[in-house]
Structures are given as structure tokens and as C-alpha cells.
């Protein structure tokens, strides 16, 4: 905007322009005093020099107290005379022309620094900002994506806006910053999401690749590995349920009660056993995988939902902004062919006026928009919550897959390889055992307390494993 005041003399700040700033900021009685006692500003914090066609930042070392600095739309070419403002928790220098960034090594309380469009070509000397949280930068010269690597340092920076840079039109710009930046949550005004990030790192942590050899790995399809394989299952919680996984981990500690397999008809019990057990985690697999696109297809329909509102949002911002800027500009021009006098006042004062309206239009607007945002995120909520009450209770053993089908199989099981035990133990009572019978078997049957004992640790360790995965997968669910 600073091309409103091309036909206004540059100004920098002096003692007459802070004064009036800080009458305009300040309090009324607050604004008396200071006229009184010149420029007693300590108790000043926060201060507005926006729209002042300002070239250079000068005389405000008094201002020591100073928290929040506004000095948007001028036209300052160097960041300078700040060195005294080491309270400063908020500085806008966004609309200059300022090309280099400096100035800032004292500044080490700073949260928030917006050098939105400006001529900046590299992004530097801001080493002693550990406190940085948000950081504007959008709309400036940067051409080069791996200088964002810079910003590894700001170990407290969470909001980054870099749209409108010339690098942001690489194809794999998004994916770049988010690997390299693993502590941000919101980029160029999207929340980052945590499962883009978990999944960028664990890739490049499992091979020595470069980030730039991993980012076209995943553009390529090659490691799409959200979409397919294991990577899927995870994110459904199914994983190990699509075969006999589970069932083979139910035998790992079999130990002593391995050896039962010799008694006749165990043998075939143990044979019809798993494809039974198999076919239930296969289902409970697919069940698992229809509610992961259930899912998918949920936060798809919320984040185009999201978009929409925030572009609708934007577009009536850009028209109320730039209806403005086009009254503004004539007024302007009418001011300069003025000069002074009561019809300049006039001007001047439509202008603060038109400035207020703006505001005022573009708060609603924002209180619209979230309006919109929080129906948006209720709605969300609720059809999540059904979506995964739905899985949970599924999973839990109500129809169409009961995962207690697995428990029950398993106690049917142990019921049938009880009774065969018992058989057995009396044709040993009445010394009817087969000659043939396995010698390992008959010391195992020589005290019937340890035969029952061994078969029911190996039952109950089952069950735990069972009951592992379900406690899994709901804990999964609800932690999604």
C-alpha cells in the first residue's frame, strides 16, 4: 500500500510524530500528560506509526518499555534504531521496502515479526530470535526453497507464512518446508498435519537419502505409502489381522503345552483351529479397512468445506480491500492537488472515517467466517464421533465383527483339548494307554495338576494377546 503516498515527501520519526502517536494511542489523560511532561514515555507499550510514508526508523530509544511496534505500510528500505526496544514482543514492518533482514540481534524477547511484502531475497540474521513464534515473510524476493533450512534454529517458531515467494511455486515446496521445520503447526495459514510430518521423518530416517531425493520418492508414488501396504493397515489399525499373524503369535510361548499336539485328536483340532481363526481377522481386516476410507473420506469432505469458506472469506477481503484502495488513491490524488485548507481537512477526515469502515468491514467478516469455522468444526466432530463410536463398539463385539470372536474360538478350543486330557488321564488311571503313547507325554501326565496348569498359562496367554490387539486398536482409535 505504500504506493498511496508516491507523491508525499518521505518522513522519518521525529519528537512531533511520536508525540502524536502516542496521543493517538494512548489514553486521553494519558495523552495530557505526555503533552505536559514532552515525551514522559515509559510507561508507553505499545505504539502505531502505520501510513506514515516513514523512509527511515529513528528516535525511539525513549520508548524502552515498548512491547508492541507497528511501522506497516511506509517506506522504510533498512531495519535500524531498534537496538534500544529489547522488551519488544511484536513488531510489524509488513508493506516496505526493506531488502535485507537486520537490526534484530537485540530484539531476543520477540514473538511475532511480520516482514510481509517487502524486496527481501534471503532469509538471515535472526540467530538471538529463540523466542520467535510466528513469522511472516510471504510476498517477498525468495527464490531459493533451501534457505528456509535457516529457520531450523528458531527452535520456538510454530506459525510461518511464506506464500506469494517466487520458491513457493516449486512443485514440492509444502512437503519441503514441513520436513524440515518438524516444529511447526500452521504453514501459509493451513494447520500442518501431524501424520504429514511423523510420515516425512520416518522416511528420510530410514535411509541416508537427502530430504530433496526422499520429497521426489513420495511425488513419484514410489513411497506412497499412505495410500498402500502396511502404511494403510496402520492407519486403519488393523495391521496384522490381514492373515495368520495373529494366530501364529498365539503359539510364540507355547512352551510344555506344545507338546499336547501328540495327543490323538489335537492334532485336527489344531489343523480346523486357525482357518477359522484367520477368517474372523480377516474380516475384522476389511471391516477395518471400509472404516479407514469412512474416515478419510470425513476429514477430505472437512478440509475442501475449510478451504471454501477461507477462499470465500478471502475473496470478499480482496474486493471490500480493494474498493478501498481505489477511494483511497483518488483521495489522495485530490489531497495532493489541495495541498491544504478546510477541504484537505475534510479529505482527511473521510479518510480516518473510510479507515474505520474498513475495519469494521473486515471484522465482520472475520466474525463470519468463525461462525462458519466452528459450525464447520461441530459438524466434523459429530460425524467423527459416530464414525469411530461405530468402529469401537464393532470392535468391542457388537455385529457385523466381533473381535470376541477370537476369545470365543479360543475357549472352544481349550474346552475340546480339556476334554481330551481328560480322557486321557483316565485311560491312564485304568492303564489303557496305548504302548505307542509318546514318552515326553507320559511324564507330563504323571501329576494331572501340572497337565491342567500347563494348558491353562498357555489359554490365558492367548487371551492376553487377544485382548492386546483390541486394546490396540481402540487406543489407536481414540488417540486418532
Not at 505504539?47 to 506514515?52: E, G, L, P
Not at 470372536?405 to 474346552?415: G, I, S, V
Request: charged residues 30%.
Amino acid at each position: 500500500m505504500t504506493q498511496f503516498f508516491n507523491n508525499i515527501e518521505p518522513n522519518v520519526i521525529d519528537d512531533e510524530m511520536l508525540q502524536k502517536a502516542i496521543e493517538e494511542k494512548c489514553p486521553e489523560d494519558l495523552g495530557d500528560i505526555a503533552r505536559r511532561e514532552s515525551i514522559n514515555v515509559k510507561v508507553v507499550t505499545e505504539i502505531q506509526f502505520s501510513f506514515k510514508n516513514i523512509l527511515q526508523i529513528a528516535n525511539l530509544w525513549p520508548l524502552e518499555n515498548l512491547t508492541k511496534l507497528q511501522l506497516d505500510n511506509n517506506v522504510i528500505e533498512k531495519i535500524e534504531g531498534l537496538e534500544s526496544l529489547v522488551h519488544l514482543v511484536w513488531l510489524d514492518l509488513s508493506f516496505n521496502n526493506i531488502e535485507v533482514i537486520e537490526g534484530l540481534d537485540t530484539l531476543v524477547k520477540l514473538q511475532d515479526l511480520s516482514l510481509y511484502n517487502n524486496r527481501i531475497s534471503k532469509i538471515e540474521h535472526m540467530d538471538t530470535l529463540q523466542e520467535l513464534q510466528i513469522f511472516s515473510i510471504g510476498k517477498n524476493n525468495l527464490t531459493i526453497l533451501e534457505d528456509v533450512i535457516y529457520l531450523r534454529r528458531l527452535k520456538s517458531l510454530q506459525t510461518l507464512n511464506l506464500s506469494g515467494n517466487p520458491f513457493c511455486r516449486e512443485e514440492h515446496y509444502r512437503l519441503f518446508v514441513v520436513a524440515h521445520l518438524p516444529s511447526l503447526v500452521y504453514l501459509d495459514f493451513k494447520l500442518v498435519r501431524n501424520s504429514t510430518v511423523r510420515f516425512l521423518h520416518s522416511l528420510i530416517g530410514k535411509s541416508g537419502k537427502s530430504i530433496l531425493q526422499s520429497l521426489c520418492f513420495v511425488a513419484l508414488g514410489a513411497g506412497s505409502l499412505q495410500k498402500s501396504g502396511s502404511q494403510k493397515h496402520t492407519a486403519a489399525f488393523v495391521e496384522y489381522l490381514n492373515g495368520p499373524f495373529l494366530y501364529d503369535s498365539l503359539h510364540e510361548e507355547d512352551g510344555e503345552a506344545a507338546k499336547l499336539v501328540s495327543l490323538p485328536g489335537v492334532e485336527e483340532l489344531l489343523q480346523a483351529y486357525p482357518s477359522w481363526f484367520v477368517l474372523v481377522c480377516e474380516n475384522l481386516y476389511k471391516y477395518g479397512l471400509e472404516e479407514y476410507e469412512k474416515r478419510e473420506a470425513e476429514v477430505s469432505k472437512f478440509y475442501k468445506r475449510l478451504h471454501e469458506i477461507l477462499a470465500v472469506n478471502q475473496q470478499e477481503s480482496k474486493r471490500i480491500i480493494s474498493d478501498f484502495e481505489s477511494r483511497n488513491q483518488r483521495r489522495l490524488d485530490e489531497l495532493y492537488q489541495e495541498g491544504s485548507g478546510e477541504i484537505a481537512d475534510s479529505k482527511r477526515a473521510q479518510g480516518k472515517e473510510e479507515i474505520h469502515q474498513l475495519w469494521d468491514a473486515l471484522m465482520i467478516l472475520e466474525a463470519l467466517v468463525s461462525n462458519d469455522l466452528e459450525e464447520l468444526l461441530e459438524d466434523f466432530k459429530r460425524s467423527i464421533d459416530v464414525i469411530a463410536s461405530t468402529f469401537t463398539e464393532n470392535v468391542q463385539g457388537i455385529y457385523p465383527f466381533p473381535s470376541s470372536q477370537c476369545r470365543d474360538l479360543e475357549n472352544q478350543h481349550l474346552e475340546k483339548v480339556m476334554e481330551i486330557v481328560q480322557a486321557t488321564l483316565k485311560k491312564i488311571e485304568r492303564f489303557e494307554l496305548e504302548e505307542d503313547f509318546p514318552d515326553d507325554l507320559r511324564m507330563l501326565f504323571e501329576d494331572k495338576t501340572t497337565v491342567v496348569n500347563i494348558i491353562n498359562v498357555s489359554h490365558s496367554i492367548r487371551l492376553r494377546k487377544i485382548d492386546k490387539r483390541e486394546s490396540d486398536m481402540l487406543s489407536n482409535t481414540y488417540q486418532w
